[in-house]
């Protein structure tokens, strides 16, 4: 019986958003196939600038390896070489891609694949014809598959030629050969059989593939699935599928965020209440982007630099004009406030150490001796983003910065799981001036993780209130313990190089910890260096295969996209990376906070970042 991925028809729709009837019809007549051959349904390939995907890639080992690309319909070709595709039961005709091409284009890239990946083992040379040649070591062709029209009979043309094509005729023939009992060749065994010798003539042999020993094809054959092709349907992220289906969720959750700004654009307070990834942050945006078309001047407040920059980077798209909204970190809006104070400047420094230091109470009340310097920071409407995160001792100043106490605008956005310093939200409701029935919006939908990585962190962690997750599942987050922070590095280097190596781009990966990387490492391999004249810790991790790869702690994620290094993984410690997400979070955790509520903060805050794929490692 056939090696066939999916196993199971019903599983096809796991690997699309909508799989096309041709593609369903082709998955059904291969079955009939013995176990000579291997065939997979929707491989993706990826290079670092494109993209594409194969319908269906067959290998035998005694032979080598096609690609079909199927096409249902009416397909045709104009005069001026462009593909139609027509539906004569619903009226439609529209262009499509050049099948033919399609199909040729993904066989280079699983040819050139392989050529790449063989190259770097150690048994190599089994794996290629010979010792002084690298080519792939057995046949490889294309053809297409069109089950709803006579394509041979009514096209004719110089760029193919008919043994090529799979057509509605050679589909009828397949059926009657069923009917009759699958007696000798089916006609679908025989047209892969002529391909193979269509692209046999092509090449020059000095060993053809028949002629190759028993174990030398096993070898080419094992190394073919696990490292080629499966790899591709089963490892990997589909990311165009994702992001298509994660877009259309998008696409209807900011119609609801829209709706529910207009419905509360008369509301001068409002609590946005929201565990990680339920949208808080980009409402937020969007009602500054509405405050700015409304001409009112706005300060977004952020908990840290890194939001701080990102919220400026995202709203800088859509204002006019910037002096409208201003975008400070907290550590920024305070240090504003104490150098604009009628004060010394050595006791100006010594305002800002308390900062430093955390003695929110001291700062309040020197601030408050002098509260004739809000006249320079008055604002129409105050958004707060990670309120949590911000000590209850400097709410004051907010209202404070208000032109007008009752008719300013305050908006104000918290995930009580997510303090660093513990919430009390009835003192919120008092000092805003809210009422918890009224004011208080309550987000549950998480819309950045899958569904597994957010269960994954509710369960682990203990966090994370939601009632209502993402449609997309998602695979199960990777879970790992290591005896030190550099083979947790190592590990996650290895994983990170095969991202890399489909294409995937460094910059939607990033690595995690409750701690700076300089203080996890005791084996002296973290250093501090200076990159393109930027400094940061550093730590050198190459490959067997000779590849360098250097994971790198910036202050700031602008001074690393800065760093001209191709292979560069960012690291940040996890306070510093809050309402920050990547595509991929590798979460670095110590052992020793098991048993400590830090431990499930931790978690919550670090997985609640990774959109699509999460790995925790585990440390002493």
Same mark, same amino acid.
């Given at each position: 019986?056939?090696?066939?991925?999916?196993?199971?028809?019903?599983?096809?729709?796991?690997?699309?958003?909508?799989?096309?009837?041709?593609?369903?019809?082709?998955?059904?007549?291969?079955?009939?196939?013995?176990?000579?051959?291997?065939?997979?349904?929707?491989?993706?390939?990826?290079?670092?600038?494109?993209?594409?995907?194969?319908?269906?890639?067959?290998?035998?080992?005694?032979?080598?390896?096609?690609?079909?690309?199927?096409?249902?319909?009416?397909?045709?070709?104009?005069?001026?070489?462009?593909?139609?595709?027509?539906?004569?039961?619903?009226?439609?005709?529209?262009?499509?891609?050049?099948?033919?091409?399609?199909?040729?284009?993904?066989?280079?890239?699983?040819?050139?694949?392989?050529?790449?990946?063989?190259?770097?083992?150690?048994?190599?040379?089994?794996?290629?014809?010979?010792?002084?040649?690298?080519?792939?070591?057995?046949?490889?062709?294309?053809?297409?598959?069109?089950?709803?029209?006579?394509?041979?009979?009514?096209?004719?043309?110089?760029?193919?030629?008919?043994?090529?094509?799979?057509?509605?005729?050679?589909?009828?023939?397949?059926?009657?050969?069923?009917?009759?009992?699958?007696?000798?060749?089916?006609?679908?065994?025989?047209?892969?059989?002529?391909?193979?010798? +269509?692209? $046999? *003539? @092509?090449?020059?042999?000095?060993?053809?593939?028949? /002629?190759?020993?028993?174990?030398? %094809?096993?070898? =080419?054959?094992?190394?073919?699935?696990?490292?080629?092709?499966?790899?591709?349907?089963?490892?990997?992220?589909?990311?165009?599928?994702?992001?298509?289906?994660?877009?259309?969720?998008?696409?209807?959750?900011?119609?609801?965020?829209?709706?529910?700004?207009?419905?509360?654009?008369?509301?001068?307070?409002?609590?946005?209440?929201?565990?990680?990834?339920?949208?808080?942050?980009?409402?937020?945006?969007?009602?500054?982007?509405?405050?700015?078309?409304?001409?009112?001047?706005?300060?977004?407040?952020?908990?840290?630099?890194?939001?701080?920059?990102?919220?400026?980077?995202?709203?800088?798209?859509?204002?006019?004009?910037?002096?409208?909204?201003?975008?400070?970190?907290?550590?920024?809006?305070?240090?504003?406030?104490?150098?604009?104070?009628?004060?010394? +400047?050595? $006791? *100006? @420094?010594?305002?800002?150490?308390?900062?430093?230091? /955390?003695?929110?109470?001291?700062? %309040?009340?020197? =601030?408050?001796?002098?509260?004739?310097?809000?006249?320079?920071?008055?604002?129409?409407?105050?958004?707060?983003?990670?309120?949590?995160?911000?000590?209850?001792?400097?709410?004051?100043?907010?209202?404070?910065?208000?032109?007008?106490?009752?008719?300013?605008?305050?908006?104000?956005?918290?995930?009580?799981?997510?303090?660093?310093?513990?919430?009390?939200?009835?003192?919120?409701?008092?000092?805003?001036?809210?009422?918890?029935?009224?004011?208080?919006?309550?987000?549950?939908?998480?819309?950045?993780?899958?569904?597994?990585?957010?269960?994954?962190?509710?369960?682990?962690?203990?966090?994370?209130?939601?009632?209502?997750?993402?449609?997309?599942?998602?695979?199960?987050?990777?879970?790992?313990?290591?005896?030190?922070?550099?083979?947790?590095?190592?590990?996650?280097?290895? *994983?990170?190089?095969?991202?890399?190596?489909?294409?995937?781009?460094?910059?939607?990966?990033?690595?995690?910890?409750?701690?700076?990387?300089?203080?996890?490492?005791?084996?002296?391999?973290?250093?501090?260096?200076?990159?393109?004249?930027?400094?940061?810790?550093?730590?050198?991790?190459?490959?067997?295969?000779?590849?360098?790869?250097?994971?790198?702690?910036?202050?700031?994620?602008?001074?690393?996209?800065?760093?001209?290094?191709?292979?560069?993984?960012?690291?940040?410690?996890?306070?510093?990376?809050?309402?920050?997400?990547?595509?991929?979070?590798?979460?670095?955790?110590?052992?020793?906070?098991?048993?400590?509520?830090?431990?499930?903060?931790?978690?919550?805050?670090?997985?609640?970042?990774?959109?699509?794929?999460?790995?925790?490692?585990?440390?002493?």
């Amino acid at each position: 019986m056939v090696n066939i991925y999916p196993r199971r028809m019903e599983d096809l729709q796991g690997s699309k958003e909508k799989v096309p009837e041709s593609e369903k019809e082709f998955y059904r007549i291969v079955n009939v196939l013995n176990d000579d051959w291997v065939i997979w349904h929707s491989v993706r390939w990826f290079k670092i600038r494109a993209e594409g995907e194969s319908d269906f890639v067959i290998f035998n080992k005694n032979y080598g390896f096609l690609v079909i690309e199927a096409k249902g319909g009416e397909i045709s070709r104009t005069n001026d070489r462009k593909w139609k595709q027509s539906n004569h039961e619903a009226g439609v005709e529209h262009t499509i891609k050049d099948p033919f091409r399609q199909s040729s284009d993904a066989m280079y890239e699983i040819r050139d694949l392989y050529i790449k990946k063989a190259r770097r083992q150690k048994n190599k040379r089994q794996l290629f014809r010979s010792r002084n040649e690298w080519y792939f070591p057995l046949i490889y062709g294309y053809g297409v598959f069109f089950p709803n029209c006579y394509f041979k009979q009514n096209q004719e043309c110089i760029d193919y030629v008919e043994e090529q094509i799979f057509d509605l005729n050679d589909l009828k023939a397949q059926e009657n050969w069923e009917e009759e009992g699958f007696k000798g060749i089916s006609p679908l065994e025989r047209y892969f059989n002529n391909l193979f010798n +269509i692209f $046999k *003539e @092509r090449t020059k042999w000095k060993i053809p593939p028949d /002629k190759l020993f028993e174990e030398r %094809k096993n070898a =080419i054959e094992r190394f073919f699935i696990e490292e080629v092709v499966s790899v591709n349907i089963s490892g990997y992220i589909d990311w165009k599928r994702f992001y298509q289906k994660r877009n259309k969720e998008l696409d209807k959750i900011n119609e609801v965020q829209d709706f529910l700004l207009k419905a509360l654009s008369k509301k001068k307070r409002c609590i946005f209440i929201g565990s990680a990834g339920t949208g808080k942050t980009y409402i937020a945006m969007k009602k500054a982007i509405m405050n700015h078309n409304e001409d009112l001047k706005t300060l977004f407040l952020c908990y840290n630099y890194e939001l701080c920059n990102f919220v400026e980077t995202y709203l800088n798209q859509f204002i006019q004009h910037k002096n409208k909204i201003t975008v400070y970190s907290l550590g920024q809006f305070i240090g504003k406030i104490i150098k604009n104070l009628n004060i010394s +400047i050595p $006791k *100006e @420094r010594k305002l800002k150490e308390h900062f430093n230091n /955390k003695d929110y109470c001291f700062i %309040k009340e020197e =601030i408050l001796k002098n509260k004739d310097v809000f006249d320079k920071f008055k604002y129409d409407a105050i958004l707060i983003d990670e309120t949590q995160d911000i000590d209850s001792n400097l709410w004051e100043l907010f209202n404070l910065s208000l032109k007008d106490i009752q008719n300013s605008i305050l908006y104000i956005f918290y995930d009580e799981q997510q303090a660093i310093n513990p919430l009390i939200p009835k003192e919120i409701y008092t000092t805003f001036g809210m009422s918890e029935d009224h004011d208080a919006i309550i987000l549950n939908h998480n819309l950045r993780n899958t569904n597994k990585i957010a269960k994954w962190l509710s369960t682990y962690s203990n966090l994370g209130n939601y009632s209502k997750f993402s449609g997309i599942s998602g695979e199960e987050p990777i879970t790992k313990k290591f005896s030190n922070l550099f083979e947790a590095l190592e590990f996650s280097i290895g *994983e990170i190089s095969k991202y890399y190596e489909q294409g995937i781009n460094l910059d939607r990966i990033a690595i995690l910890s409750n701690r700076r990387l300089q203080s996890l490492d005791d084996s002296g391999v973290v250093k501090k260096r200076a990159l393109m004249g930027i400094e940061c810790d550093c730590c050198n991790i190459h490959l067997s295969k000779g590849n360098l790869y250097r994971v790198i702690h910036p202050k700031t994620i602008s001074e690393f996209n800065s760093i001209n290094f191709e292979r560069k993984i960012l690291f940040k410690p996890i306070s510093e990376f809050k309402g920050l997400e990547r595509d991929i979070i590798f979460l670095i955790l110590p052992k020793e906070f098991k048993e400590n509520r830090f431990k499930n903060l931790g978690q919550y805050l670090g997985a609640s970042r990774a959109k699509f794929k999460l790995y925790y490692l585990e440390i002493p």
